[in-house]
């Protein structure tokens, strides 16, 4: 089938879509009216294309990987698929025609409010791959009508504002309502045992929500694939209350049908109350629950039986908040089909694996149980029954250690454990980086390592490099290209052959050329955007994700204090123009990570209030912070800050991009750095401060934040100023926060590592001076980033954990 129109049937499907859908003309055509057409135009070619897949999938009898995660960072949509299709510069022409810009049109395009940070930015990778790669998938996920929020920065403070997205975004949404499921919650369960020792399962006085699905499609790169991610919307099945509105009681003859639509409404509600957690546990099982169903109803349609499951379907939960399709499984296996207890287990076991993304005790999630059991009393049955079960395999395991079992069970302490949980229904735990996936098998579970120890492994993360190198850095790509072939674009192991033009002066020089000319475009849109204008000849250090204690914003700052006070006391100092550049949101609940926010941008503007300290420094916030402002932002940087805390951050993907872009990395032992800095060679990055286990030694010979503050000069002077403030704003319980603490003071060691960081930094700095050597350390970078491609991480994923074959090996083997 032809799935790569000419120019004239794209110009014909662009008018036809035009007059069809927004009756109008493409003279009459707003720019918005054309960005919708051309988007209905790929959506249409994506959604037959994928048809085709999923039959020639189906013939073959194609086991297929289930991708479960709470969010999908997936950004814009129109740019990536007309680029991964081999369409753009087709659809640029006929555009132009038509007298329209393509790049205009682009603009016109949301970011979907469908995830946050880097786990659903991961999972977003993931989908790529799997398309580009040729294996069949299926993401599932929540429609959320908001995003996360929209982040505005007033006078300092974060101002969370409601991600409207669906306006411009549902374009890219084909509504199956052919494919409703309904999923229950609250009321009664009642068990009815027939003679031939079925069980029948009644609910009463339950609430009876319908899973609407609205598919999105994902294209693959030179390949048959495309991906579908499967998105699910609530909606009150109960008919609306015509006696209510009729006596004029018009809110409460809609109540039914707002508290249903309230579960698809916002990605991650705040849960520092009651009704928050109540509807985070609610949106979890929404999605597993129809999710979990639509799974069986196609595989029933397809095989006609469950006898094959296992051979033909694989689960996978990207970190926790999908764990519930464990027992969701369970509890349709046998309560649906009457499978017995042993056969359902054996199949959730061999269809079930699990990704771990966290070492922070606070961040494996636990259940009230008692809410648990409210909410959802089905599941908790079974989730008592899989913790009975598994308590008595520990004692086999672990006999008379009833503090271990206890720690290690699903049940316990008023608590229902997604963690263990995971474990116990998968037959895989994998962490994301070498570093992380020892801790998890060291640590975080230890015991269940040596119950499981075949259940463990290692996935390292990996990034779309076609998407953020090829269509975010045409420049580079156009250079790699020239050097080394357009191969790395589908096979990205050979960006190594870049290694050969490590002393090519013509080489180095044009690496140098392009990278200047990324921070002028990021320059020009940032002004445009904000106003502020930037030195394109100082150094962009740059540090972008997720506004948290343990990835250490506040050790940039401080370091940037002490530039700011050196330049202070002497203006004329020999120092090296600096921008550092920041983007980050902070939970909404999250207070002392607004105060960093706070603080960072009353050092900015401070600053700016003084001309001649801004000659050579420069502080700016990126208020909402997205993917699309990333992929011009990252080809630009040139020094990447990854200063997490040593063994806190799992892996982290922003580390792999900025590699693949040619910045050099200032960063810890932690996550991906360690396999980065063993790709790149030490005199490729910047690492500094205490190694995982220093940090933990330090703990137990009881750290002290205070004797690092009084033996370190230049940090007391640096943190005392702190009290003094900002643009007439004192910053002193941040200096409680370092000094003395609510429980312990200074939680990630930011003074512990001041004194290694700062040396670091200004050893980076002097090192810039020199641009060839800067520009030759890049390019070793970008040589040795191909194993942190997502389609490395995928096919180890599809070998060690899934079994999946891509679509030819299925079609070679029948």
């Not at 908001?146 to 974060?158: N, R, V």
């Not at 309502?177 to 009644?202: A, L, P, S």
């Not at 271990?404 to 963690?419: D, E, H, N, T």
């Not at 990447?640 to 050099?664: H, R, V």
Request: aromatic letters at 10%; charged letters at 25%.
């Amino acid at each position: 089938m032809n799935f790569k129109p000419n120019a004239k049937e794209i110009k014909e499907n662009i008018k036809t879509k035009l007059s069809c859908s927004l009756g109008c003309t493409p003279a009459e055509a707003s720019r918005e009216q054309m960005y919708k057409a051309v988007s209905i135009t790929v959506r249409d070619l994506l959604t037959e294309k994928r048809v085709n897949f999923r039959n020639e999938t189906n013939r073959a009898g194609g086991k297929r990987v289930y991708y479960m995660c709470m969010e999908f960072l997936v950004g814009r949509s129109l740019k990536n698929n007309l680029c991964n299709l081999g369409l753009a510069e087709d659809y640029k022409s006929v555009l132009a025609e038509m007298g329209f810009d393509l790049e205009d049109l682009y603009e016109c395009e949301p970011d979907a409010g469908l995830g946050n940070g880097g786990l659903g930015r991961l999972a977003a990778c993931y989908m790529d791959s799997l398309a580009s790669l040729d294996y069949p998938g299926i993401g599932f996920s929540i429609c959320y009508e908001y995003g996360l929020f929209k982040q505005k920065i007033i006078d300092g403070l974060q101002v969370e504002m409601p991600d409207v997205w669906l306006p411009g975004g549902e374009v890219w949404l084909v509504p199956r309502t052919d494919r409703t499921f309904n999923v229950r919650f609250g009321g009664h369960v009642k068990e009815y045992w027939k003679e031939d020792g079925h069980c029948d399962i009644v609910y009463e006085d339950c609430e009876t929500i319908e899973a609407v699905p609205y598919d999105m499609m994902i294209s693959g790169a030179d390949s048959e694939g495309v991906g579908q991610l499967r998105l699910w919307k609530a909606r009150d099945i109960v008919n609306f209350n015509m006696g209510l509105f009729t006596q004029g009681q018009y809110t409460k003859a809609v109540e039914d049908s707002i508290n249903a639509e309230i579960i698809s409404k916002v990605l991650y509600p705040s849960d520092n109350h009651y009704e928050g957690k109540l509807l985070r546990l609610t949106q979890q099982y929404f999605l597993v629950s129809a999710s979990v169903q639509s799974i069986i109803r196609d595989h029933m349609a397809v095989y006609g039986t469950l006898e094959n499951l296992p051979d033909k379907v694989a689960i996978h939960i990207n970190d926790t908040h999908p764990a519930l399709c464990i027992p969701e499984l369970m509890r349709i296996l046998i309560d649906d089909y009457h499978f017995s207890w042993e056969k359902a287990w054996d199949y959730v076991i061999r269809i079930t694996s699990y990704t771990n993304h966290t070492v922070m005790p606070e961040a494996l999630e636990t259940w009230n149980e008692d809410l648990f059991k409210l909410r959802l009393p089905r599941i908790y049955q079974i989730i008592q029954e899989i913790n009975e079960r598994f308590c008595r395999e520990a004692w086999d395991a672990f006999p008379g250690n009833w503090q271990k079992i206890s720690k290690m069970a699903v049940l316990g302490y008023g608590q229902v454990r997604m963690a263990n949980l995971s474990v116990i229904g998968s037959h895989s735990t994998n962490g994301v980086s070498k570093l992380h996936s020892n801790i998890l098998v060291d640590t975080v579970f230890k015991d269940f390592s040596r119950m499981y120890p075949e259940r463990f492994m290692n996935v390292t993360n990996g990034i779309a490099h076609r998407r953020w190198l090829c269509y975010s850095n045409p420049r580079l790509a156009g250079l790699l290209d020239d050097t080394i072939g357009s191969g790395y674009r589908k096979h990205p192991e050979e960006l190594a052959k870049l290694s050969k033009f490590v002393d090519d002066d013509t080489v180095l020089e044009e690496l140098r050329k392009i990278k200047h000319e990324n921070k002028e475009k990021f320059a020009k849109l940032l002004y445009n955007k904000t106003g502020i204008a930037l030195d394109t000849h100082s150094v962009f250090d740059v540090q972008v994700k997720r506004l948290h204690e343990y990835k250490r914003q506040l050790l940039n700052a401080l370091n940037i204090v002490g530039l700011y006070l050196d330049l202070k006391e002497n203006p004329d100092i020999d120092m090296y123009p600096q921008t550092f550049i920041f983007g980050a949101k902070a939970a909404s609940g999250y207070h002392l990570a607004k105060e960093i926010i706070r603080l960072i941008s009353y050092i900015s503007r401070d600053i700016d209030q003084n001309p001649k300290i801004r000659e050579k420094l420069r502080v700016v916030f990126l208020e909402d912070y997205n993917v699309s402002m990333a992929e011009a932002l990252i080809p630009s940087a040139e020094i990447s800050e990854q200063i997490s805390l040593a063994g806190k951050e799992a892996s982290g993907t922003g580390c792999m991009k900025f590699m693949m872009n040619g910045a050099l990395t200032i960063g810890t032992l932690d996550g991906a750095n360690v396999e980065m800095l063993a790709a790149a060679g030490n005199d490729n990055m910047y690492i500094f401060g205490l190694t995982c286990n220093e940090v933990d030694d330090l703990w137990l010979q009881g750290y002290s934040a205070v004797s690092y503050y009084t033996k370190n000069e230049r940090l007391n002077k640096i943190v005392n100023y702190l009290n003094t403030g900002f643009a007439g704003q004192s910053f002193s319980h941040i200096v409680n926060y370092l000094l003395a603490g609510h429980g312990v003071a200074d939680p990630y060691m930011c003074l512990a590592d001041f004194e290694s960081y700062n040396l670091t930094h200004d050893r980076a700095i002097r090192d810039y001076r020199d641009r060839r050597e800067w520009s030759r350390k890049s390019l070793i970078n970008i040589a040795s980033s191909g194993y942190f491609a997502a389609d490395r991480s995928i096919r180890e994923y599809a070998e060690k954990i899934w079994d999946l074959k891509t679509l030819s090996e299925f079609q070679g083997k029948k």
